[in-house]
C-alpha cells in the first residue's frame, strides 16, 4: 500500500487525479477501523494532514466555509453560536480522542448512513464543496448520499469544503444509542426553523439506506406552527409531527435495535426535538420575517 502525502491542495487535487484509488485520510476514525477489521485494503492513502487550506473555516456574507479537516472539537468550541445543530451533532461523536481527530470531511467521505452529522447537513441545506484539477463544483446534501456508503464524488474529486448558513434559526439534533457514549446510532434526528421563510426542516439518521429528509412532517408542522403568536404548540401538533416523522423512515433490524424501535424512537426524537427548537424560538429575540 502506497501511502501519499502532498503538502498543499494543488498537490494533494494533482495526486488525486493521477491515483484515482488512493483513499483519503485525516482523521483516520472511519478508515482505520475498515483497514484494521480488513474491510478494506487500498492500493492507497492519501493523507491530507499536511494540507493546511482544509483545516480553516470562515464567514461570508453570513455563509460558513468549514474545511473538510477541522476537527469536530473545533466545531464544538468555535462555532457552537452559529451552527448549534453542528455542535450537538459533533458532541455525541465518539470519544474525546475521536472529536479531536474526526471530522464532517471524513463523514461525508464514509457516507455511513448512521453518521452523526448528515441529518444536520439536510436541514440546514448545505452545500459540499468538491474539488478536482477540473474545478469546483458544489452540491446539494440531498444529492450527495446515494446508498449505503456511497456518495456523488466523482473518482478524481475530494471534499475540500462544507458551505452552511450561519444562525439560520433554531435548531436541534438528538440520537439514542445502546449507550450513552462512544456508540454508533441506533437512530438520529435534526430539525431546524428556518424563520426567514417559516419553513420547517427535519431529517432523520441510521433509519434508512442514506440519511434523509422528512417532508411530509416538514409540510405539516410549517402550516400548523403559531408564527406570529408564538403560542404553545398543542399535544395533537407534536403527536402528528412524530408520526410523520417515524413515517418517513424506512429502517431494517439489526445488531443495534429493531426498525419498530427506531420507528418509536424517531417519533420521541421529533416530539422532543420539536418542543425545545420552539421553547428557543419562544424565548428568542427573533422575530420571523
Known amino acids: 500500500m502506497d501511502f501519499l502525502r502532498p503538502s498543499s491542495l494543488t498537490e494533494a487535487l494533482a495526486v488525486k487525479a493521477e491515483r484515482p484509488d488512493a483513499v483519503p485520510i485525516a482523521g483516520g476514525t472511519d478508515v482505520m477501523v475498515e483497514l484494521n477489521f480488513d474491510h478494506r485494503r487500498p492500493g492507497a492513502l492519501l493523507d491530507l494532514n499536511r494540507v493546511t ?3 480553516e473555516w470562515t464567514e461570508i456574507d453570513g455563509r460558513i ?11 464544538i468550541a468555535e462555532l457552537g453560536e452559529v451552527l448549534p445543530a453542528l455542535a450537538m451533532a459533533s458532541r455525541t461523536v465518539g470519544s474525546p480522542q475521536i472529536r479531536n481527530r474526526g471530522t464532517v470531511g471524513g463523514n461525508l467521505g464514509a457516507a455511513s448512513p448512521a453518521g452523526d452529522t448528515h441529518p444536520v447537513l439536510l436541514v440546514l441545506g448545505a452545500e459540499i464543496e468538491a474539488a ?8 446539494p446534501a440531498e444529492e450527495f448520499y446515494l446508498g449505503v456508503k456511497r456518495n456523488a464524488l466523482e473518482p478524481d474529486e475530494l471534499i475540500t469544503a462544507v458551505h452552511l448558513p450561519a444562525e439560520a434559526g433554531p435548531q436541534q439534533f438528538a440520537k439514542v444509542g445502546t449507550r450513552n457514549a462512544m456508540v454508533i446510532a441506533v437512530c438520529s434526528f435534526a430539525l431546524a426553523l428556518h424563520l426567514d421563510t417559516r419553513e420547517i426542516r427535519a431529517a432523520v439518521g441510521s433509519a434508512a439506506p442514506t440519511p ?5 412532517a416538514e409540510e405539516f408542522l410549517s402550516g400548523e406552527l403559531p408564527w406570529s403568536t408564538k403560542a404553545s404548540l398543542t399535544d395533537s401538533v407534536k403527536r402528528r409531527f412524530g408520526e410523520l416523522v417515524s413515517e418517513a423512515s424506512s429502517p431494517i433490524d439489526d445488531v443495534r435495535g429493531s426498525a419498530d424501535y427506531r420507528k418509536h424512537a424517531l417519533s420521541v426524537l421529533a416530539r422532543r426535538t420539536l418542543t425545545w427548537a420552539w421553547n428557543d424560538f419562544q424565548n428568542g429575540e427573533r422575530e420571523c420575517a
Request: glycine fraction near 8%; aromatic fraction near 4%; hydrophobic fraction near 45%.
Open 132 to 139: 478536482s484539477i477540473r474545478g469546483t463544483r458544489l452540491i
Open 65 to 75: 466555509r468549514l474545511g473538510a479537516s477541522v476537527p469536530y472539537v473545533r466545531v
Open 212 to 216: 434523509r429528509r422528512a417532508t411530509a
Open 53 to 55: 487550506e482544509l483545516a
